[in-house]
């Protein structure tokens, strides 16, 4: 049995507070919980020593469907846009007897590779949780073909769609949120941030949860290549690797987020406690989850599956 204390600032009272956090039985073994909302900033988290250490397929030419093993109804080669890559597998409980809160899920890849076909288990186990699950195929940057900002263009389409033809797809289109990873993350992180209006209408999202999210290209070691390609750029690049990083659009109406990453990974730590700082300093309400390790987005799936579902429960379903 493991416990996190979170020491806590309210603004509002003036003091200090100190809270266990609701993880305890999440089964997320030695992750550290960072947390902050509109009145509360957080400025200390200890945990008990000894933390634990922690795609691609083809297309069909039409749309078909399939029921899982786990009572999960699967429509697959959806189209929410013309084009042909604009298809998505959506996943719904057997037992939804009504509209229900949706997820979109954006696969990773370095924005080059990568298939929607990669997270059936994810989506088996949302649309288990409640969830109406869409997960979308989008372009995948090549050297020929530039991926920002297209590639969240066409995400955004998929929120519109999942809206527009929400009585047939059994969503309440005031509830959706997204689930992106590593490069899927950067695009759910910029869905969060780069948009604006109500979160409840139009291409916005309620509630967004990103593993080892790309946040920003302009200090994202190792991906050099993989991001001159997705932005189209080689030299003097500086205003195109900004823009399309979330970090730098972060403002106080941004969608909650929930952001997950490893101490000694791909995305340096460095970049998501800078997240964290400009997310706190703009009272977006938002929880970061840490664990030790290299593991990287998928690597910790199976650890991050239970709070990524509890998180999207309550701002989805709360």
Known sequence: MWATLVTIYNPARRRFGAVRSEFRSSGIDGAVLVRCSQLR???AVAALAGLLATITTGL??????ATSSIGVTVQHNLHYAPAAIEVADVYRSTTATGPEPAVLIVHGGGWQTGSKGGWISEADQLAAAGFVVVVANYQLASPTVVGFPHQLHELKAAIQWMRSDATALGIDPARIGALGASAGGNLVAMLAA?????LDSGDRIRAAVTWSAILDLTTQPGLSNAIAQYVGCHTDCAAVLADASPIHHVSADDTPIELFNSTQELVPLATVKAMDARLSARHVYHEVVIYPGH???T????????ATIQFLQRQLMG
Request: cysteine-free.
């Open 295 to 297: 593991g990287h987005a």
């Open 41 to 43: 900033k957080l400025t």
């Open 194 to 198: 780069d948009a604006a209006g109500p």
């Open 60 to 65: 069909s030419a039409d749309p078909v469907s």
């Open 299 to 306: 690597d910790y799936a199976a650890q991050a599956m239970p």
